[in-house]
Each structure stands twice: as C-alpha cells, then as structure tokens.
Nanobody, 124 residues
Framework: QVQLVESGGGLVQAGGSLRLSCAASGRTFNYVAMGWFRQAPGKEREFVAAINWSIGTTLYADSAKGRFTISRDQAKNTGYLQMNSLKPEDTAVYYC?????????????????WGQGTHVTVSS
C-alpha cells in the first residue's frame, strides 16, 4: 500500500503563499486521483482540491478556486498544492489522500489511511 507523507506547512501572514507537498512512498502512486483536504480546529475535514494522476484534470472547492493550484510530478511520485493569497480562515491541518476519481473525491471515498498532515497557520 502506498504511503503518503505531507510537508510544507508553516506560519505565514495573510496574503502570503505556501506550497505543500505530498510524497508517495512504498511504491508508485497508482491510484486514479490524489486529493488535498483540510481540517480546522473543531470542524469537519473538508475537500480542497483533487487531480487525476494520469491526465492532470483538476477540481477545486469553491474556497480554493483562484487561489490554490494542485499539481503533480509523476517522475517524483509527488503531488503539490500551491496556496496563494492565504487567509486566516485557511488555517488548518492539510492532508493528502488517494481516491478513485477526481469527481468523487471526499473524506469518505479516499483509499488507504490518512497521514499525519501538515499544519498551516495564517496570521492576520
């Protein structure tokens, strides 16, 4: 089973940028899609963005559209989430996960176990 490890989180001021990475280890990422999720304190885990690993089609939550960009480097077996124009409400633990498709990516449909996540804190 492929293991996904998130990194790249940190503390940033509002308006700043971060790039999160999701490295697949153990074997080549061979799922249809990779997704990013986040969970803020006291809130449910929510979908942020997803990408079809083979053809690169993407899907974004409304909160991410125009500010976040999901991408992947198949040679490096790594996915990315570029986050620009960050807002305090983006503060959360961010997780990546594998899924059966971009369209159906949700916390309920991910494959395998969740990783530790990476913390993102946006100060006002």
């Amino acid at each position: 089973q492929v293991q996904l490890v998130e990194s790249g989180g940190g503390l940033v001021q509002a308006g700043g940028s971060l790039r999160l990475s999701c490295a697949a280890s153990g074997r080549t990422f061979n799922y249809v899609a990779m997704g990013w999720f986040r969970q803020a304190p006291g809130k449910e885990r929510e979908f942020v963005a997803a990408i079809n690993w083979s053809i690169g089609t993407t899907l974004y939550a409304d909160s991410a559209k125009g500010r976040f960009t999901i991408s992947r480097d198949q040679a490096k077996n790594t996915g990315y989430l570029q986050m620009n124009s960050l807002k305090p409400e983006d503060t959360a633990v961010y997780y990546c996960a594998a899924g059966p498709s971009v369209a159906t990516m949700s916390p309920e449909t991910v494959r395998g176990s969740w990783g530790q996540g990476t913390h993102v804190t946006v100060s006002s």
